[in-house]
């Protein structure tokens, strides 16, 4: 997957970006953030960035945000950013199934399938390049 150059200021501007996103993500799920752990946070800019968080309760999350739909996931047997990327690759192959198994003839339903699944595929090539974990 070829890099896209971004300066340092459109660089820090995506971050901030992104890392907006999974907050607005994790409070339309009702969960509040208390703070990220960076160590443990990835970015792939322009395409993903895998952000770990905890919540005001206490409890971890993984967020993805960037070139694709903003999700979550508990934090559980993913134990790093890497792992979580195919987490959710496979989490998005899932759900496009289901949407397509139901037959909807609703064609928003059917184009989020084929975004799930696109997306779905790019992150799973992120995941498995081993020069995005050197």
Same mark, same amino acid.
């Given at each position: 997957?070829?890099? /896209? =150059?971004?300066?340092? /200021? ?6 901030? /970006? ?7 993500? +994790?409070?339309?799920? *009702?969960?509040?953030? !208390?703070?990220?752990?960076? =160590? =443990?946070?990835?970015?792939? $800019?322009? @395409? ?9 309760? *206490?409890? @971890? @999350?993984?967020? &993805?945000? *960037? !070139? +694709?739909?903003? !999700?979550?996931?508990? @934090? $559980? ?5 890497? !792992? ?32 799930? &699944?696109?997306?779905? =595929?790019? &992150?799973?090539?992120?995941? $498995? ?6």
């Amino acid at each position: 997957m070829a890099s /896209e =150059e971004l300066s340092q /200021e459109q660089l820090s501007e995506w971050v901030r /970006e992104q890392y907006q996103r999974a907050n607005k993500h +994790l409070a339309e799920q *009702g969960v509040l953030f !208390d703070s990220v752990v960076t =160590e =443990e946070s990835r970015y792939l $800019a322009p @395409y993903v960035a895998v952000w770990k968080i905890k919540s005001t309760e *206490g409890k @971890y @999350y993984w967020v &993805i945000s *960037g !070139d +694709l739909p903003a !999700d979550a996931i508990p @934090y $559980a047997s993913e134990k790093n950013a890497k !792992d979580t990327l195919r987490a959710f690759s496979m989490r998005w192959q899932l759900q496009a199934e289901q949407i397509l198994q139901n037959n909807t003839n609703d064609p928003l339903r059917k184009d989020f399938a084929a975004l799930l &699944i696109t997306k779905a =595929e790019m &992150i799973y090539a992120l995941f $498995a390049n081993p020069k995005n974990w050197q």
